[in-house]
């Protein structure tokens, strides 16, 4: 079992800039691919970013150029850097992290960004 825990999620201006961290727990040494997801209102949820094992990382184009996703290996912590921030990025962000011999996912609970128009 893996537990996900994020944090950092709050209300900014457009423009402004947010980070978000995940701090995983539990079977950490079967995580492979870490990543950010988001839901808005009415809307299905979508990716924002992935990091694997290696660093190797991968970006929705709504989000190329102002989000970084990192990750600290050795403090089983993924962190999400939003910058240029847009009233189209609110959403409840979730980490999610996936099992690299099962590929079986685990979610975070969500936090809540919010740019307002």
């Known amino acids: 079992q893996v537990q996900l825990v994020e944090s950092g999620g709050g209300l900014v201006q457009p423009g402004g800039s947010l980070r978000l961290s995940c701090a995983a727990s539990g079977s950490i040494y079967s995580i492979s691919r870490m990543g950010w997801y988001r839901q808005a209102p009415g809307k299905q949820r979508e990716l924002v970013a992935t990091?694997?094992?290696?660093?190797?990382?991968n970006y929705a184009n709504s989000v190329k150029g102002r989000f970084t996703i990192s990750r600290d290996n050795a403090k089983n912590t993924v962190h999400l850097q939003m910058n240029s921030l847009k009233p189209e990025d609110t959403a409840v962000y979730y980490c999610?992290?996936?099992?690299?011999?099962?590929?079986?996912?685990?979610w975070g609970q969500g936090t809540q960004v919010t740019v307002p128009s």
């Open positions: 990091i694997t094992s290696n660093r190797g990382t």
């Open positions: 999610q992290a996936v099992h690299s011999a099962t590929l079986r996912d685990y």
